[in-house]
Nanobody, 123 residues
Framework: QVQLVESGGGLVQAGDSLRLSCVGS????????MGWFRQGPGKEREFAAV????????YYADSVKGRFTISRDNAKNTVYLQMYSLKPEDTAVYYC????????????????WGQGTQVTVSS
């Protein structure tokens, strides 16, 4: 079992930066690939970024590549999503999720989810 709690969301202006955090608990956290997903108003949940259990491997959606950076600190059971140059289209509820094994991008492949944190980017 892995429990996940996100924080760091808020209201920002276009061009601003924001860092999301996801704190995990449970014995499997350090062996889990961790992903960030987002769900905008009226949209399906979509993949944003993922990091391997060791932190050595990362992968990004094209829509965030070059603007977002995912990282993790297993000593703190925390995964981060640093977001730069935010755009209004980044507005969404952001979720972190965990899965055992290789990094993947499909939401159904993830076993554990946090409750989400709202990010709103005004133009």
């Amino acid at each position: 079992q892995v429990q996940l709690v996100e924080s760091g969301g808020g209201l920002v202006q276009a061009g601003d930066s924001l860092r999301l955090s996801c704190v995990g608990s449970g014995r499997s956290f350090s062996k889990s690939a961790m992903g960030w997903f987002r769900q905008g108003p009226g949209k399906e949940r979509e993949f944003a970024a993922v990091v391997s259990w060791s932190g050595a491997g990362t992968y990004y959606a094209d829509s965030v590549k070059g603007r977002f950076t995912i990282s993790r600190d297993n000593a703190k059971n925390t995964v981060y999503l640093q977001m730069y140059s935010l755009k209004p289209e980044d507005t969404a509820v952001y979720y972190c999720a965990a899965k055992v094994g290789i990094i993947e991008t499909a939401p159904p492949r993830y076993d554990y989810w946090g409750q989400g944190t709202q990010v709103t980017v005004s133009s």
